[in-house]
């Protein structure tokens, strides 16, 4: 009888801990993205399953705005964007010298979260040297308890 009792104690025990667990913030989330090196290494759990990715590039000078958007779960069918002719041309002679850290703020918007995170990025592009900022917006909600990301939107502006 002891050994259900033991039994049963350490069931609710553990289940109380489990309740009682700190949960995930939004803004742990956010700095986990960062620290991941690639999309694949990316922490593709912490992401809602109906998750978009917004791109925006802003070039200035006339050129036109570039930009893309694709749902987080055709990640793996996108093409691969460091084969486009196209772009590799375009990046010829552009390399990235230094990125500050990313300033985050936390706004809630109902029962979401939105983060926008700002990073200044140095740069050399052919003979020019810029900078260029760098501004992601997390639209983070809840599911199940857990908090998710539900959009992102990237805008790097080169102007």
Do not use: C
Request: aromatic letters at 10%; glycine letters at 6%; a negative charge.
């Amino acid at each position: 009888m002891k050994s259900v009792t033991a039994t049963a104690i350490g069931t609710f025990l553990s289940a109380g801990l489990a309740i009682a667990a700190p949960r995930d913030t939004p803004e742990n989330l956010v700095k986990r993205q960062y620290s991941a090196i690639s999309v694949p290494a990316a922490h593709l759990q912490d992401w809602h399953p109906e998750a978009t990715h917004s791109v925006f590039v802003q070039m200035g000078a006339g050129a036109p705005a570039w930009k893309f958007s694709y749902s987080l779960s055709e990640w793996e069918v996108q093409p691969d964007w460091t084969e486009d002719p196209r772009l590799m041309e375009a990046m010829h002679g552009y390399k990235e010298t230094g990125r500050s850290e990313a300033v985050l703020e936390v706004t809630a918007e109902g029962n979401a979260s939105v983060i926008t995170a700002r990073t200044q990025v140095n740069y050399v592009w052919g003979t020019f040297d810029g900078v260029m900022t760098q501004t992601d917006r997390f639209d983070i909600t809840t599911l199940a308890g857990r908090h998710l990301i539900r959009s992102l939107t990237s805008k790097y502006d080169y102007r």
